[in-house]
């Protein structure tokens, strides 16, 4: 590589962030410059079974709270329909209001990008179109969490008994669901570092894709040896750069 092109990488990528690298590489410029493009292969492997980690998750939470909010009724006592992101039973209703708004919004903006022949350019909103843009963010709320003090704790303590849960039938001798929710957590901070174009130099490679592969074990273990043999994750993980 030509020390012109050189520079205008690193210009290009920006100091701050190119200085990660650099450090990686004890000040090592073409050590740096391949330790960053592994990271950027690395991050588009873990894009890879994360996505599809997501729409595992997203799904077999969905068909729960479908079948839970057939059994909530409105308040003048009529039953509510399965759609629970268009109406919500209490409490999903309160707790996931902000989300439920922000994912119609996108829905809409995403039925206005279509292009005019688009079989459903004018189609009303469904709730899978609203569920299609619901952030992995959103499904770690439904989840339970250990912090007594956080105002959701017990809205998460009624979905997680009644619906959630159900989600997870070979989740077996996790009874309040903290060890998947922390994985779940791990793997969303992992999303959004990898979202963000940020170093994956300290991440824990083969704990991380351990974490997805259980969590897709829990929904459905004919799944997870799939889902484990899906990316070529290890094999970029091995062959690490220097740093």
Not at 34 to 50: P, S, V
Not at 214 to 236: C, H, K, M, Y
Request: aromatic share 6%.
């Amino acid at each position: 590589m030509q020390p012109t092109t050189s520079s205008a990488l690193e210009l290009a990528i920006s100091t701050p962030r190119f200085q990660t690298y650099l450090e990686a590489a004890s000040d090592d410029r073409p050590s740096a410059l391949q330790l960053y493009l592994w990271n950027t292969r690395l991050a588009a492997a873990f894009l890879e079974c994360i996505s599809i980690f997501e729409v595992f998750l997203r799904n077999a939470i969905d068909v729960q709270l479908r079948r839970w909010n057939v059994q909530q009724v409105r308040p003048d006592g009529t039953p509510l329909t399965e759609e629970w992101l268009l109406e919500a039973g209490k409490p999903l209703n309160s707790h996931t209001a902000s989300a439920r708004r922000v994912a119609t919004e996108h829905a809409t903006k995403a039925r206005s990008a279509r292009e005019p022949f688009h079989p459903r350019k004018t189609a009303p909103i469904t709730h899978d179109d609203v569920l299609a843009q619901l952030s992995l963010g959103t499904i770690t709320r439904l989840l339970p969490t250990a912090n007594v003090d956080d105002p959701s704790y017990k809205k998460r303590c009624v979905l997680w008994a009644q619906a959630v849960s159900h989600a997870f039938p070979h989740d077996a001798g996790d009874s309040d669901g903290s060890v998947l929710a922390a994985r779940i957590h791990r793997v969303h901070r992992l999303r959004n570092r990898v979202a963000h174009a940020e170093p994956l130099l300290g991440v824990n490679v083969q704990a991380r894709h351990r974490d997805m592969i259980r969590v897709i074990g829990t929904i459905n273990p004919e799944l997870q040896g799939w889902f484990a043999s899906l990316s070529d994750l290890r094999d970029i993980a091995a062959n690490r750069p220097v740093g």
